[in-house]
């Protein structure tokens, strides 16, 4: 009790002192004594505040950062050390995340060293508004050591976790460009990744490690001087996966998805005002590119064109004055001045027919990558076996059929194979006979979309039918391509009668194996 009474005088006796002495004189003592305490104590502390400066307008980036770290899941000691959490979701995320509860405690480690982060929350007086900041402790013997690279590290995870957490979203243009916003958009769920694509893995290696060295590059980048963006050129026949391909690009770098349409853009100058409109971090696409608009047209042809008409003005002057997206404004668009004004993007080009399009649009600074997708090679076939079918092991008796097929020239798309797939799901037996029917109607030219239907055009051209299996990834511009891929292939070789020939042969195969299945 006696110990009671002298902590109640004493404190008595401060709350008289705080009334007789004056302001000044307590805000020295108030500082004389934290001076002291810093003095003694061992760890040095470093305040970051919710706004910059008094007037509550500025936002902190750096408060926001540190409050990302604190929330990533890859920092599984916040989680184990804080007491107290705040579990939230929202509707822009596609992840639960927790927050550190007002004036609790978190505890961090860093080459070696224990740090702790401090969630102050204090209400103004006299307002509802409420004052928050982060506060940092480090040993005060290595401060100036940690302090610099930790902040690094707690930048780049920040961003990292944000990158990944967030919702990523699908734009479309709606025709009022020139406006402040041009784009209307809707979450991009789609599902596509490279461990479902049906690519060749020769090929989906190459493709993944160059768009990890791209997102990775940006020091790279801004010491050669080029601007921050790559551009791929995807081309193939219906059905080949150039939709998918985007897709899975967008979620292995969980980017955003641009879709362009150009028949919606009025002129050149609504077309750069949307590109200036996208973030960084996305990727563009413009499909189809030889449809959309009439960019592909013989430059001779229209050279002699112009040469017969009375007034001598240029080409470029007169479609601008048409009032529509020019070759030009395209080209401005793709590696002009303007596509330097934001950074992390990839520009895509889909194509049916890679020999329409301008030799200007994707030559090397341009489309940088230029992947044919064909028809399925046994990898690719195997992969989509094992997404539809639920399909663990690699090999089945039908696999051997299969794969004479695709070398006589059988080789369906990855579209018509997972339809067959799909239909027949519940049946892996079924799915592959039918799969082997398709493809011995593709070589007898009877059959079109895998549906076994006797009669009617073929399924694709005839280039497509006599195309490698195999999809192939080209780098650089038209000049350097093999003059074999450039031009439309012919058919050669067997005849009709070796065509039936072979296809007696696999229905004896199947039957055989039939057989020994007791189907």
Not at 115 to 128: A, P
Not at 165 to 172: C, H, I, M
Request: proline share 3%; hydrophobic share 35%.
């Amino acid at each position: 009790m006696e110990i009671l009474s002298q902590m109640w005088s004493f404190l008595g006796l401060l709350t008289v002192l705080q009334n007789v002495l004056p302001s000044q004189l307590l805000s020295l003592l108030h500082s004389f004594y934290e001076s002291l305490q810093d003095f003694f104590s061992p760890y040095s502390y470093f305040e970051i505040p919710e706004f910059n400066g008094y007037c509550g307008v500025d936002v902190n980036d750096l408060y926001r950062q540190v409050n990302l770290y604190l929330n990533s899941v890859n920092n599984p000691s916040a989680a184990a050390t804080c007491r107290r959490l705040t579990l939230s979701r929202s509707k822009s995320s596609n992840r639960i995340s927790f927050t550190v509860a007002p004036n609790q405690t978190v505890h961090d480690s860093f080459l070696g060293h224990t740090l702790s982060w401090t969630h102050h929350v204090d209400t103004v007086q006299d307002s509802l508004e409420e004052k928050r900041s982060f506060t940092l402790k480090l040993p005060k013997r290595h401060r100036h050591t940690l302090l610099s690279p930790y902040l690094d590290h707690v930048t780049t995870r920040a961003e990292e976790f944000e990158r990944v957490s967030r919702e990523r979203r699908l734009f479309t243009n709606n025709g009022h460009g020139s406006y402040e916003s041009g784009w209307v958009s809707v979450p991009f769920r789609h599902p596509s990744t490279f461990e479902t694509l049906a690519l060749e893995p020769d090929l989906k290696k190459q493709i993944t490690e160059d768009l990890t060295a791209f997102a990775n590059g940006r020091e790279f980048y801004h010491r050669v001087g080029r601007a921050w963006k790559r551009g791929y050129l995807l081309h193939g026949p219906p059905g080949s996966g150039k939709s998918s391909l985007i897709a899975a690009m967008a979620n292995y770098l969980c980017y955003d998805v641009y879709d362009l349409e150009l028949t919606k853009v009025s002129d050149n100058s609504e077309l750069r005002a949307l590109l200036i409109q996208t973030t960084n971090r996305s990727i563009i696409v413009i499909e189809d590119i030889d449809c959309t608009v009439d960019l592909t047209v013989d430059r001779t042809t229209k050279a002699r064109t112009m040469r017969k008409r009375k007034e001598i003005v240029t080409r470029g002057c007169e479609e601008e004055e048409s009032g529509r997206v020019t070759l030009s404004g395209l080209l401005n668009f793709t590696d002009g001045l303007w596509s330097c004004c934001g950074e992390e993007r990839i520009i895509v080009f889909t194509t049916n027919y890679r020999d329409n399009v301008d030799p200007a649009l994707v030559r090397c600074g341009r489309m940088d990558m230029h992947v044919s997708l064909g028809t399925c090679g046994m990898h690719a076939f195997k992969a989509l076996v094992r997404n539809y079918l639920s399909f663990d092991s690699d090999s089945h008796p039908m696999f051997d059929v299969v794969e004479s097929c695709v070398r006589s020239g059988g080789a369906l798309t990855p579209a018509q194979v997972g339809e067959i797939l799909l239909r027949n799901r519940r049946n892996a037996d079924v799915a592959l006979r039918e799969v082997v029917s398709a493809m011995q109607a593709k070589i007898l030219g009877l059959g079109r979309c895998g549906n076994g239907a006797q009669g009617g055009e073929a399924m694709e051209s005839d280039d497509v039918a006599v195309r490698s299996p195999d999809s192939v990834l080209m780098v650089g511009s038209p000049e350097n391509w093999v003059g074999g891929n450039m031009k439309k292939r012919k058919e050669s070789g067997s005849t009709w009668e070796k065509k039936v020939k072979f296809l007696v042969r696999l229905r004896s195969l199947t039957k055989s194996d039939s057989g020994r299945r007791g189907v």
